[in-house]
């Protein structure tokens, strides 16, 4: 009777730990309310120019993003959205005869300062883009390329990080049997959903989304804002989109561009329901852009 009852209690403990564990691998998000969160992106006084000056694209953009949000930007083609988002990574650098002017803060640290670890920081703000580009090798490789050239050799080691960000990209399901096969094989939405979590395998604190759904169906486009609103748990997400609908389905923020100059920045509905500024009404009702 008494080995009964021991081995109750030890089914009862085994259970409680499994529950525990869970709880540790699904990291249960914080629910700090927004206006307590720590801004992990603030851009102060930002001038930005092509053509070794000759053409401004941004004016003067102040802006503060908090972590564990979605920000969306919107705003006509042209009005420097895809230029913003890419001063948060440096990916304008890449480009010739550009000059900033100005702070982008991640994290508290300049990342303009110079002796700033660019492909570190690349890591830590990863970047998705409008149109998937997977690499022309398999699923696998795809997502374990950044882990590998970061120098992770094992290959238990690997295969976790490779299952994890296919399981967060909600891909884990579809490709877990094909991981061998090309990523070029998989459908358009799928292999946006391969590039979130080749991005995601880099551990960032920050993922930047350029029009990524613009190219996809609604039903993968759906997907991919499911994803992101789960995704927003663990990163700070900062998405350019065309579509009004889906800044206001998936964003806590929005940010309205016009010309280079962010016009209104504010909370999503705010912005949506009650804009401040004219121009921010007549773009979201439709009458320019
Ligand atoms: N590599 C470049 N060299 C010169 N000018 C550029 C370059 N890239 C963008 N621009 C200019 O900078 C301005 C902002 O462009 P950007 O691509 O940031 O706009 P956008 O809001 O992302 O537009 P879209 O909605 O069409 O993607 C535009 O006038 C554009 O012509
Ligand atoms: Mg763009």
Redesign the pocket.
């Known amino acids: 009777m008494a080995e009964t009852k021991k081995t109750e209690w030890n089914n009862n403990q085994d259970k409680e730990l499994e529950i525990l564990d869970e709880a540790k691998i699904m990291k249960k998000p914080k629910k700090v309310p927004l206006k307590q969160r720590e801004n992990v992106i603030e851009i102060k006084n930002l001038d930005f120019f092509?053509?070794h000056g000759e053409?401004q694209?941004l004016f003067n953009i102040n802006m503060k993003i908090k972590e564990n949000t979605v920000t969306a930007f919107i705003?006509p083609?042209?009005?420097?959205?895809?230029?913003l988002l890419r001063t948060i990574n440096r990916m304008n650098d890449l480009?010739d005869g550009t000059i900033i002017d100005g702070e982008v803060m991640v994290n508290d640290f300049n990342i303009y300062e110079a002796g700033t670890d660019v492909v570190k920081l690349r890591t830590q703000v990863g970047m998705v883009f409008q149109k998937a580009n997977p690499f022309p090798m398999s699923i696998y490789d795809n997502v374990a390329f950044g882990p590998r050239n970061q120098g992770v050799k094992d290959k238990n080691a690997l295969n976790q990080i490779v299952e994890d960000a296919l399981k967060k990209a909600a891909l884990w399901d579809n490709v877990k049997d094909f991981l061998k096969d090309s990523a070029l094989g998989l459908s358009g939405g799928q292999q946006q959903r391969l590039c979130i979590a080749r991005a995601i395998a880099m551990r960032p604190k920050i993922l930047l989304m350029d029009e990524p759904t613009s190219a996809l169906d609604p039903i993968a486009t759906l997907k991919v804002e499911e994803l992101i609103l789960k995704l927003k748990e663990e990163y700070t997400i900062v998405i350019?989109t065309?579509s009004m609908a889906q800044a206001t389905r998936v964003s806590d923020y929005t940010g309205f561009?016009l010309q280079g100059e962010l016009v209104e920045f504010d909370r999503t509905k705010k912005i949506f329901t009650n804009p401040k500024d004219k121009k921010t009404e007549d773009y979201i009702s439709g009458r320019f852009g």
Not at 77 to 83: I, L, N, V
């Open positions: 092509y053509n053409k694209a705003g083609s042209g009005c420097g959205k895809s230029t480009v350019v065309h561009f």
